[in-house]
């Protein structure tokens, strides 16, 4: 049989005229205007269009849409510090930046061993390791809330499984409930995907816990997921095992999901006691995200997961199944580290723990009793995570408008940086990150209060009540 090609020009009459295809004429084109072109055989239809006479390449809507709150506000700033003292940086969420947090030698040896090993260098199933992901189930199941290795999604960090989780649960035009303050990401990642967010409150005169009213005042119809935040961020608050009910009671009297970020889970502070909201849901079905980057300090190593918990069956196959198919978008989380999990997980010894908390809490009481004696500033004592947050009675600081330009002035004169909690959508306070050395800690808390000496203003009732 015959093979005839020919070649189609976009304005013109380069073709066969020959042409074997009944209808066609010398230009190319049928009687509808169709262009045709025959590749070994086969004919392609395509509607004639005119070539672009320029370059025209256009971001996405996903890319403009996404924005950073901390990126932000901390690349506005004018951040220039003092030449005369060195720089302390109490902004920065990450345990390893000034060496004195190191993970534990086990768990180094532990990754040491699965790079030996080799058996870890090739793709995993997008989900994890069957292996690993039995091993964070056995880790974390309890009577109250088991798991199997069929309810875990390993992830490429924590961010990632909160980001599977959103992705999964809401559509565009679908809103979530978020905590504010709160992490600057459940917004990011919302309102990229066209979902809208909605700010619950937390009250800093309650060790910051929800404002239960407030919260479910914001439930409608479009709500499809609620993200609890338990040890905080930014705030270092842990919730008691009431209020976590109660917050359970809201959710199931609504039928709303819960997106449950225990990043910070079990890093609470000696004589606190951590809850899984797994553990204390009889019928709302939570998506429980972590990783090992806060407890066992190795965030650069991105090992995440989501632990699914749904004894009721109301999420179903179809979530287990989006989440499958969200995962194969990257294709999972690092293949050595979950050859490491394992050893990781049953093997860090329980004293490296104890340090590591008893560390975060010395020098969680050294800022906050070092700034609460500090006129116009009102610290707020944390139980667990690595944050305290501190507010500041802006009529006593005049010469600035706002957390901003506080915490930016602060840099200038004291060369101390700590993160304006706008950055969390709460303003006229920041957020101290309590993991740098005890004696960096001492030294930003005194420059933090000659600061605020040399800035703070009486007003003028305060000093009525001083001259009576």
């Known amino acids: 049989m015959e093979d005839n090609s020919y070649v189609v020009k976009m304005n013109g009459n380069g073709v066969n005229e020959n042409s074997s295809l009944n209808g066609v004429n010398g230009k190319g084109l049928n009687e509808n205007g169709i262009q045709h072109k025959t590749v070994k055989g086969s004919v392609y239809k395509s509607k004639q269009k005119s070539r672009r006479q320029r370059w025209n390449i256009r971001p996405s809507e996903m890319s403009i849409n996404t924005l950073n709150p901390i990126r932000a506000i901390v690349d506005g700033m004018r951040l220039t510090p003092n030449p005369e003292k060195p720089m302390i940086a109490l902004s920065i969420g990450d345990p390893t930046v000034f060496g004195n947090l190191p993970t534990d030698e086990k768990v180094i040896q532990a990754l040491k061993d699965a790079i030996d090993s ?52 809401c ?155 969200l995962s194969q978008r990257i294709l999972g989380a690092c293949t050595v580290v979950q050859g490491a999990i394992e050893s990781i997980l049953n093997n860090t010894p329980q004293e490296f723990y104890y340090r590591t908390l008893s560390f975060l809490k010395s020098n969680s009481e050294i800022c906050f009793s070092e700034l609460s004696t500090v006129p116009g500033l009102t610290p707020v004592l944390p139980a667990g995570a690595m944050y305290l947050m501190v507010g500041i009675e802006m009529k006593h600081f005049p010469e600035f408008q706002n957390d901003v330009q506080f915490t930016e002035h602060l840099v200038t004169e004291q060369s101390v940086f700590c993160l304006p909690a706008t950055a969390f959508e709460y303003p006229n306070y920041f957020r101290i990150v309590v993991t740098v050395p005890e004696e960096m800690m001492v030294e930003a808390c005194a420059r933090i209060r000659e600061f605020c000496q040399r800035h703070y203003r009486p007003c003028s009732q305060d000093s009525n009540e001083l001259d009576q």
């Not at 809330?145 to 961010?159: H, Q, R």
Request: proline share 6%.
């Open 118 to 169: 080799h058996k870890y260098n090739g793709y995993a199933p997008s989900v994890g390791y069957q292996k690993s992901r039995d091993v964070v189930a056995n880790f974390y199941s309890c009577p109250e809330a088991p798991l199997e290795a069929e309810d875990v999604v390993l992830t490429s960090g924590c961010s990632q499984a909160i980001d599977l989780a959103i992705t999964v649960l």
């Open 171 to 325: 559509n565009p035009g679908d809103n979530i409930l978020i905590p504010c303050p709160g992490f600057s990401l459940y917004k990011t990642l919302a309102v990229s995907l066209g979902i809208q967010v909605k700010l619950y409150n937390l009250l800093p005169e309650k060790s910051w816990e929800i404002d239960l009213q407030h919260m479910e005042s914001l439930i409608d119809d479009r709500t499809t997921c609620l993200i609890i935040n338990n040890p905080s961020n930014p705030c270092g608050s842990v919730y008691s095992k009431e209020h976590l009910k109660n917050v359970l009671s809201v959710a199931s009297k609504n039928c709303i999901p819960i997106l449950a970020d225990e990043i910070y889970g079990d890093m609470v502070f000696p004589g606190c006691k951590y809850q899984s909201m797994a553990s204390l849901s009889s019928d709302v079905p939570i998506l429980a995200c972590g990783g090992l980057a806060k407890r066992w300090l190795v965030p650069g190593w991105r090992m995440g997961w989501i632990l699914i918990h749904d004894r009721n069956q109301i999420f179903g196959k179809e979530i287990r199944q989006g989440l499958v198919k």
